[in-house]
């Protein structure tokens, strides 16, 4: 069974950083696409970040360009997402996300997600 478990979220004033991890069981995060979505207070699910599983490439969504990065630790199967310079519209509730699924359009399996509020 796979479980993937998120922590680091909290409460950060606007311009500090948090680093959010992504505990994976179950799983080999060095053999499966693993990426970030958020979701802000009243509105849909959206995308941050996704890390490939072949050669590591990155992607960001504008909003977090140059200053949200995601990696992985394969030693410790681990998701990471590093978020500098934080924004009060940062705040969300974060979610990882691992294996993407072609016939689906969208990952197998997701976190339960963890909560981040970046004060003004």
């Known amino acids: 069974q796979v479980q993937l478990v998120e922590s680091g979220g909290g409460l950060v004033q606007a311009g500090g950083s948090l680093r959010l991890s992504c505990a994976a069981y179950g799983l080999t995060i060095s053999d499966s696409e693993m990426a970030w979505f958020r979701q802000p207070p009243g509105k849909e699910r959206e995308f941050v970040a996704v890390?490939?599983?072949?050669?590591?490439?990155?992607y960001y969504a504008d909003s977090v360009k140059e200053r949200f990065t995601i990696s992985r630790d394969n030693a410790k199967n681990t998701l990471y997402l590093q978020m500098n310079s934080l924004k009060p519209e940062d705040t969300a509730v974060y979610y990882c996300?691992?294996?993407?699924?072609?016939?689906?359009?969208?990952?197998?399996?997701w976190g339960q997600g963890i909560q981040v509020t970046v004060s003004s």
């Open positions: 890390i490939k599983w072949s050669r590591g490439n990155t």
């Open positions: 996300a691992a294996d993407w699924n072609i016939a689906t359009s969208t990952y197998n399996y």
